[in-house]
């Protein structure tokens, strides 16, 4: 632990690529982080998002974490959630910390939009991050969580990456089980390295011999809308087209590898039941105008499927005391992550202020934020010693850090008393779920040997 006394005590709640990017930025100034993480290891959706195909990005990844978790300044306080160990109205109001920033993610799948959907979950309805969670850690002799069977010809109704990889796990799952009922064990990364003809050919084997019925995703706006790269929004018209054309690319190569069926402008507008269970979707047309969609009335269709995914975004979970609006948390302001001023003011970096599934969104927003609350709330320079940062998104903090520079001296510093008072509630906590301080030591312990 650090010898330095620090005059200030930020709570980051969220471990991953953006809590970490905070914790390191505070830390390294002086201040004195408590990184509250509900997992057992920080990696948020690195681990349990990233399909485990990104076999060298997880890694890397998960190293640079480390990397940044691995302070004198930073307390880690693992196995403790947010809402379940320790009560956010308590942590703001009750522990006297000079911050709080919220890098919790968008954990919840967004609601399936047809009403009573949720009676079937887990009885032919599975939603996106549990079915991910799953594929991820499954192989791992100590998962204990749900076991989901992925069947052939399963609907994912969806349209965004995410939901590429859904399909992706669909198909290499049913191609995986077709090949060991001939006695074949084949490897899922080659799968998805190489498209799942050519693996098969090496068999002498084609995808029609299997007899699998690929699985369908239904988009309800058009092929050329669909978020698979971001356009710029300053693009000129012709580029902003030219990326719109290069969609159909994306999709069509995509098809091609991975012989998934697709259908634009399609929404799900009822149930098809089945003996208690989901057994498909009413789906209607789209018309697609002006960026809006509108459904066209007496279109529905049944779409008979034993599965159904739903794949259509995540959202951050609810927090009681923190104000929202619709779907998202409401912001006193947005471009600095200011959730809730006062004495000890809130913020949120990462996901759950991009909206954006994305690392690199994500850790640039943790850059900014974390620099903004050092720099313009705290008012602790940078000591030179960090590493460079996305210049962007450090120029951009910068700014903004100096257009409200005036509210630096609002931040009273903490007494030596103050912090050593919060620092026995960690130490506490950290006590009762097995946290011994060494962090590098309770990675070890708690990676499984077979993560992959
Ligand atoms: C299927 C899928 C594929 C993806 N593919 C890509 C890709 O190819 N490229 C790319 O750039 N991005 C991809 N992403 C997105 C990317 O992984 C995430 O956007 C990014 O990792 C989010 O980082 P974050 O730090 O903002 O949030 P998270 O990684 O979600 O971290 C949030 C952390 O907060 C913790 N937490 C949540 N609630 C609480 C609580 N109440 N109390 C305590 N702790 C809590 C979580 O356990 C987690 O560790 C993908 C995501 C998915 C789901």
Known sequence: MSEISPRYVVAVVGAATAGSEIARILASRGVRVIVIEQNPRPYGKIEDGLPRWHVKQRRDEFEEINKRLDHPNIEFVPLTRMGRDIEFNELRTGWGLSAIVLCNGAW????????GADK??????????????WFNHYPERSYTGPRYAPV???????????????????????????????????DMVRLEREGIEPVLSTYQLEWRQLGIQPCKLFYRRRVLDMPLSDIPTDAPPKRV??????????????RRKYL??????RVPTGLIENDGHLGGLQMSQTEVSGGQVRILPAT????????????????PEPIPGIPQRGEVYEFVDEKIGLLIDGPTAVYAAGN??????????????????????????????????????????????????????????????????????????????????????NYRRWIEEVTPPDLQ
Request: no cysteine; glycine share 10%; proline share 5%.
């Open 152 to 186: 052939p010809g399963a609907i994912v109704v969806g349209g965004g990456l995410a939901s590429f990889d859904v399909v992706k796990v669909l198909q290499f799952e049913t191609t995986l089980a077709a090949l060991r009922a001939r006695g074949i064990h084949e």
């Open 241 to 254: 087209e030219a990326m719109r054309q290069a969609r159909v690319k994306i999709l069509d190569k995509a």
């Open 108 to 115: 919840r799948d967004r609601p399936f939009p047809v009403e």
């Open 260 to 265: 998934f069926e697709f259908e634009e402008r």
């Open 120 to 133: 079937f979950i887990e009885r032919g309805l599975i939603y996106q991050n549990p079915l991910i969670y």
């Open 352 to 437: 759950v202020l991009t909206g954006k599934g994305n690392i690199k969104n994500s850790l640039e927003s943790g850059t900014a934020v974390g620099i903004h609350i050092a720099e313009a709330y705290l008012g602790v320079a940078d000591d030179g010693t960090l590493p460079s940062l996305a210049d962007g998104a450090r120029q951009v903090a910068a700014r903004e850090g100096r257009q409200i520079a005036s509210s630096i001296t609002a931040r009273p510093p903490l007494t030596a008393g103050q912090v050593a008072k919060i620092l026995e509630r960690v130490r506490l906590r950290q006590r009762e779920v097995g946290y011994h301080g």
């Open 300 to 315: 529905a269709e049944p779409v008979h499927a034993p599965l159904v995914v739903s794949s259509i975004g995540s959202i």
